[in-house]
């Protein structure tokens, strides 16, 4: 066996510098990406009433697409259309 310092052989460093290298790319691969969409995501609920109107609100629990609901703007029956995420852009940005 080939030995590199006193009493350590090469296998044993190549197994600790491994070790060391898996290690690092584990804890690198914990740290949370920062990605370019900047914002606070809110997820919208779109509402369409049966006059036309067409309504994006705050997203409440038990919507989904088909419900019957009363439109905000005239009280007369409407559809939730959409549910999505929407992202609030910072200024100066597109």
Do not use: N, W
């Not at 197994?15 to 690198?28: E, G, K, P, Q």
């Not at 914990?30 to 509402?47: A, C, E, F, N, Y």
């Not at 109107?53 to 703007?73: L, T």
Request: hydrophobic share 40%; proline share 5%.
């Amino acid at each position: 066996m080939v030995q590199l310092f006193d009493g350590v052989d090469t296998y044993t460093v190549i197994l600790f510098i491994t070790l060391a290298v898996m290690i690092t790319l584990l804890v690198f691969s914990m740290i949370p990406r920062r990605t370019g969409q900047q914002g606070k995501p809110s997820i919208k609920t779109l509402i369409k009433c049966v006059d036309g109107h067409e309504v994006e609100r705050e997203f409440s629990r038990g919507d989904y697409v088909g419900k019957k609901v009363k439109c905000p703007q005239c009280g007369k029956e409407a559809v939730v259309m959409a549910i999505y995420i929407k992202r609030d852009q910072q200024p100066g940005k597109p």
